[in-house]
């Protein structure tokens, strides 16, 4: 038990389009999601924590118009690149807290977009 | 949450015991320690957590001083697949913090 997914697993787009990353819980629900970034050869990087109906709250440095996220369902949030820059190029992850599982939380397989 | 540090990088031959260090001396009373890794683009795994007694399971043992400044976690057999990032967390267990991680130890296994 205990599933995170996310999709797509790596996409490449051009610089100025926007990019969706799905996070789901595949068998619990979660309130609240959390998205990391990471650079290579670098640690995880907190972006933001999303609440499941209200407004996620951004980590200090991270534009909130940048990175739209969206918590709409307990078991879905989305994280949205917007206007693309190859310096968004990056590995994207995200985590689900299982609240009734003790509020652990469960780790998704991590989305790698490139931006040309 | 405490800060904790952990040595850059360790080599293991495969078979072998690895021992991975970690230092939290700033650690509260309330604050448990958890082992997380992350295998090559991936995402983190959860290994083990525990409060002040040593802790075991199928993937690896928690070893914590008495004092809980420090703490090693020891994977009995290392093989191939446990080359990874290790990172050692401090955080109120059961608690809606966000986890914050640190840089890790790279682990390389050798045949």
């Known amino acids: 038990g205990a599933v995170v997914s996310q999709h797509p697993s790596w996409v490449i787009c051009k610089s100025g389009t926007s990019v969706k990353i799905e996070c789901r819980s595949l068998?619990?629900?979660?309130?609240?999601m959390f998205w990391y970034r990471q650079f290579p050869k670098k640690s995880l990087m907190l972006m933001a924590t999303s609440n499941e109906g209200s407004k996620a709250t951004y980590e200090q440095g991270v534009e909130k118009d940048k990175f739209l996220i969206n918590h709409a369902s307990l078991t879905l949030s989305t994280l949205t690149v917007t206007s693309a820059h190859p310096e968004d190029s990056s590995f994207y992850i995200c985590s689900a807290r299982w609240l009734a599982g003790n509020n652990e939380q469960f780790f998704g397989p991590g989305t790698r977009l490139t931006v040309l | 949450d405490a800060k904790t540090t952990q040595p850059t990088s360790m080599d293991c031959a495969e078979g072998r015991a690895a021992n991975l260090p970690c230092n939290h001396s700033t650690i509260s009373g309330n604050e448990y320690v958890y082992w997380y890794r992350q295998i090559h683009s991936q995402g983190p795994q959860y290994i083990i957590h525990?409060?002040?007694n040593n802790e075991t399971n199928e993937m690896a043992s928690l070893i914590i001083t008495e004092d809980r400044k420090s703490s090693t976690l020891i994977l009995p057999h290392a093989t191939l697949r446990d080359t990874a990032v290790y990172y050692c967390?401090?955080?109120?267990?059961?608690?809606?913090?966000?986890?914050?991680f640190g840089t890790g130890t790279r682990l390389q296994v050798f045949p």
């Open positions: 525990g409060l002040k």
């Open positions: 967390i401090v955080r109120v267990a059961f608690s809606a913090d966000k986890l914050i």
């Open positions: 068998d619990f629900q979660a309130t609240t």
